[in-house]
T-cell receptor, first 111, second 113 residues
Framework: DQQVKQNSPSLSVQEGRISILNCDYT??????FLWYKKYPAEGPTFLIS?????DKNEDGRFTVFLNKSAKHLSLHIVPSQPGDSAVYFC??????????FGAGTRLTVKP | ETGVTQSPTHLIKTRGQQVTLRCSSQSGHNTVSWYQQALGQGPQFIFQYYREEENGRGNFPPRFSGLQFPNYSSELNVNALELDDSALYLC????????????FGSGTRLTVV
């Protein structure tokens, strides 16, 4: 049962442009959403999160938007940099211990 | 501060065998979670330990078991290995049960042949 879905396995953008990574979920019980970034041979690194009571959270170049009615969230990276090239995982959790991940989107930022 | 360290980094086991994977939490972290990441998929939650007690479990059979020690390091044990158990196993620790503070290790790549 795939409760968190990232339908785009890959995304390629030009340096300096905006990267938009999308994520959909099905379980309305999720109360916290997170984005993780993963480089090869490393574990995922926490990037940014948002509570279900908010619709936007911003941290530097990274902004996460949550649309609860559509059960959709997105991560915006602007401006994109080559060092942002990695696999990005969307995750959702409830009850503080069961975090569900999407399959990931591989972002490539071209110089 | 040291991060989360996992051992071994790679492991090959035969179907039916048992395996123990180890995780040292980041200093000061009392919560540890284990995840299984199959190729091309996102990590799947196995279970979480908080102060040496199991604090939640995902959809994995009982042959997946764990331990957390007083120093908050942890083990994941898998009995009667199956070919489908081949995956990257990730350990993540945090200061509390809130997931936004999780620090992941680099994982153990288990191959079952």
């Amino acid at each position: 049962d795939q409760q968190v879905k990232q339908n785009s396995p890959s995304l390629s953008v030009q340096e300096g442009r905006i990267s938009i990574l999308n994520c959909d979920y099905t379980n309305s019980m999720f109360d916290y959403f997170l984005w993780y970034k993963k480089y090869p041979a490393e574990g995922p690194t926490f990037l940014i999160s948002i509570s279900s009571i908010k619709d936007k959270n911003e941290d530097g170049r990274f902004t996460v938007f949550l649309n609860k009615s559509a059960k959709h969230l997105s991560l915006h990276i602007v401006p994109s940099q080559p060092g942002d090239s990695a696999v990005y995982f969307c995750a959702a959790e409830y009850n503080n211990n069961d975090m569900r991940f999407g399959a990931g989107t591989r972002l490539t930022v071209k110089p | 501060e040291t991060g989360v360290t996992q051992s071994p980094t790679h492991l090959i086991k035969t179907r039916g065998q048992q395996v123990t994977l180890r995780c040292s939490s980041q200093s000061g972290h009392n919560t540890v979670s284990w995840y299984q990441q199959a190729l091309g998929q996102g990590p799947q939650f196995i279970f979480q330990y908080y102060r040496e007690e199991e604090n939640g479990r995902g959809n994995f059979p009982p042959r997946f078991s764990g331990l957390q020690f007083p120093n908050y390091s942890s083990e994941l044990n898998v009995n009667a290995l199956e070919l489908d158990d081949s995956a990257l196993y990730l350990c993540a620790s945090s200061l509390s049960t809130a997931n936004y503070g999780y620090t992941f290790g680099s994982g153990t790549r288990l191959t079952v042949v």
